[in-house]
């Protein structure tokens, strides 16, 4: 997704937050078979992109999006702890983001409530809702691509239990 580096006008928004020695750390984390950073670019940059097509504030939507998944998780990670992640992450994501910028309430709402309805924390404007649906598009596709091989072989067994009740 190299789009974004040629449109100025989302680098310039995002620049002080992809030059972030911390946010950078984000880079060597997989997250949906590639690294929460990609993933967090992705949303950021589609995010921003419908939000300025709405002519709503696409500038915190792109900063939002960007710090959505920004918390930090050791490799190491047990399935249980992925799981909870999947309901906290939000929290700490917003813990972060605060504490290495300075957000407004609105960008603090689109990472907090990204993950509804997941996480029950609703979304209070437009620019959160489409982070929200974003990040589950982009997340769907991630995994769609991650787990393609899987994902056709369950399909074609699928093809064949249901071909197999079939009376011809």
Same mark, same amino acid.
């Given at each position: 997704?190299?789009?974004?580096?040629?449109?100025?006008?989302?680098?310039?928004?995002?620049?002080?937050?992809?030059?972030?020695?911390?946010? +950078?750390?984000? =880079?060597? %984390?997989?997250?949906?078979?590639?690294?929460?950073?990609?993933?967090? $670019?992705? *949303?950021?940059? !589609?995010?921003?992109?419908?939000?300025?097509?709405?002519?709503?504030?696409?500038?915190?939507?792109?900063?939002?999006?960007?710090?959505?998944?920004?918390?930090?998780?050791?490799?190491?990670?047990?399935?249980?702890?992925?799981?909870?992640?999947?309901?906290?992450?939000?929290?700490?994501?917003?813990?972060?983001?605060?504490?290495?910028?300075? +957000?407004?309430? =609105?960008? %603090?709402?689109?990472?907090?409530?990204?993950?509804?309805?997941?996480? $029950?924390? *609703?979304?209070? !404007?437009?620019?959160?809702?489409?982070?929200?649906?974003?990040?589950?598009?982009?997340?769907?596709?991630?995994?769609?691509?991650?787990?393609?091989?899987?994902?056709?072989?369950?399909?074609?067994?699928?093809?064949?239990?249901?071909?197999?009740?079939?009376?011809?």
């Amino acid at each position: 997704m190299s789009s974004h580096k040629k449109d100025l006008q989302y680098m310039s928004i995002v620049n002080n937050i992809l030059d972030n020695d911390e946010f +950078l750390k984000i =880079k060597q %984390i997989e997250h949906h078979g590639i690294s929460r950073y990609d993933h967090s $670019l992705k *949303v950021s940059y !589609y995010s921003y992109k419908i939000a300025k097509a709405l002519h709503l504030d696409y500038e915190q939507t792109a900063i939002g999006g960007l710090l959505h998944d920004f918390f930090l998780s050791p490799e190491d990670r047990t399935q249980k702890d992925r799981l909870v992640s999947v309901f906290t992450h939000p929290k700490y994501a917003v813990e972060m983001a605060r504490t290495h910028f300075d +957000l407004t309430n =609105k960008e %603090i709402d689109m990472i907090r409530s990204h993950m509804f309805p997941i996480n $029950l924390s *609703v979304p209070k !404007y437009a620019e959160s809702w489409i982070v929200s649906m974003v990040d589950k598009c982009v997340a769907t596709n991630e995994f769609a691509i991650k787990f393609r091989f899987r994902l056709k072989y369950a399909y074609n067994l699928f093809l064949l239990f249901a071909i197999s009740f079939i009376k011809f």
